[in-house]
């Protein structure tokens, strides 16, 4: 488990302050930028109590760092939330976030079924919020909008957003109400790493390195990615809650504006819908169109070749009819000629009697032709 005291204040010379973990701290002291020794000249500060304190370094055990480093109170000096439950709880995962979400350009939130991008113009580290009654209470993140989509969002939140993350203890109602009372939304979040994000938390931080190595991975997930950060406002810090100057009326309006583009919008996705449903139907008209062609060409093909052929037969039928015609003619001629050559023969076979007869006749027979 880590230690509680990880964070505290160092009060620059200028009059500035800044907040520093255990790890910047002991590498401040290592480069001699600021005094720990004596106490009375020491520049670091508890967070709730305004103590001084100093930077420890964790334990070397065979030759290694064992555990986290820490801040603690000068000897001799005792909080007064001695025996008191801290109003801070720290773990791993919540530094991790912390560290993180510190310099975070941009991430998306998620509450109620409710998502919001949210762009910060400044974020300040556990930051003191002073009460009118002089009480106060200490944020871990407090973050000065720039912008946010929707753009009603930023109304809605008084352009700040205060994030409270939490692991097992959530804040007191008197810190929700007193919050809201001031016109700060308190967005409680669960430091929890989703398993996909494959974000590895050791136990305690040893090095100042490994502490920036999973801060960057964390920032890189909520940052560059669809993940969203997920929380609630509590209720009763929703019901005390105050807008500030005049952005509930923007918040409205905005919000009005924002509702009736939305339905612009389903309505325009609608009709593209029923724009691409069409046009998709009109594609597959066109479609069977192009098959119906592709089918019409064929067969007025096979028309044609049919046709072709139904020429050609015909063709060859009126062939087949004058050659049968010849055909009958040349019997008729070869009828007529055989005829012809039988009565030529005849005549032949008759001359050669004659001839025969004659010339078995003497000669004064053929003289006086007897």
């Not at 106060?136 to 939140?157: G, N």
Request: charged share 35%; with cysteine; aromatic share 12%.
């Amino acid at each position: 488990m880590a230690v509680s005291k990880f964070y505290a204040v160092w009060r620059k010379e200028s009059g500035e302050e800044e907040i520093v973990n255990a790890f910047q701290a002991l590498a401040l002291k290592g480069r001699a930028q600021i005094i720990t020794t004596p106490k009375e000249q020491a520049t670091l500060f508890d967070l709730e109590t305004g103590l001084k304190v100093n930077p420890r370094s964790s334990q070397k055990k065979d030759g290694r760092y064992v555990g986290q480093p820490y801040f603690s109170y000068y000897p001799g000096e005792e909080s007064p939330l001695k025996g008191l439950e801290s109003s801070f709880e720290y773990s791993s995962e919540l530094n991790a976030f912390i560290e993180a979400f510190k310099t975070i350009e941009r991430f998306q939130i998620e509450y109620d079924h409710h998502s919001a991008y949210i762009f910060p113009k400044a974020i300040s580290l556990m930051q003191r919020i002073v009460f009118e009654d002089e009480d106060f209470v200490i944020l871990k993140l407090l973050i000065d909008i720039d912008e946010t989509y929707p753009y009603s969002e930023y109304y809605r939140l008084n352009g700040l957003l205060g994030i409270e993350f939490y692991n097992t203890s959530r804040p007191e109602p008197v810190k929700r109400i007193k919050l809201a009372k001031e016109g700060i939304p308190l967005f409680e979040a669960k430091a929890h790493f989703p398993k996909s994000t494959k974000i590895y938390v050791p136990e305690e931080f040893t090095s100042p390195e490994q502490v920036k190595r999973v801060a960057d991975r964390v920032r890189e997930v909520y940052q560059e990615t669809n993940y969203k950060l997920y929380g609630s406002f509590d209720k009763y810090h929703l019901e005390e809650f105050v807008f500030l100057d005049d952005n509930e009326r923007k918040y409205q309006t905005l919000k009005t504006y924002e509702e009736q583009c939305q339905e612009l919008q389903a309505k325009i996705k609608k009709l593209e819908e029923n724009f691409d449903q069409k046009t998709e139907k009109v594609n597959q008209l066109r479609k069977e169109i192009e098959q119906a062609e592709t089918l019409l060409r064929k067969y007025h093909e096979e028309e044609e070749y049919y046709k072709k052929i139904e020429k050609y037969n015909q063709k060859l039928e009126a062939d087949k009819q004058r050659l049968k015609q010849e055909k009958g003619e040349i019997l008729s001629e070869n009828q007529r000629l055989t005829s012809e050559s039988q009565r030529l023969r005849k005549q032949r076979n008759a001359a050669q009697e004659e001839t025969k007869s004659l010339r078995s006749r003497s000669f004064w027979q053929r003289l006086f032709n007897k």
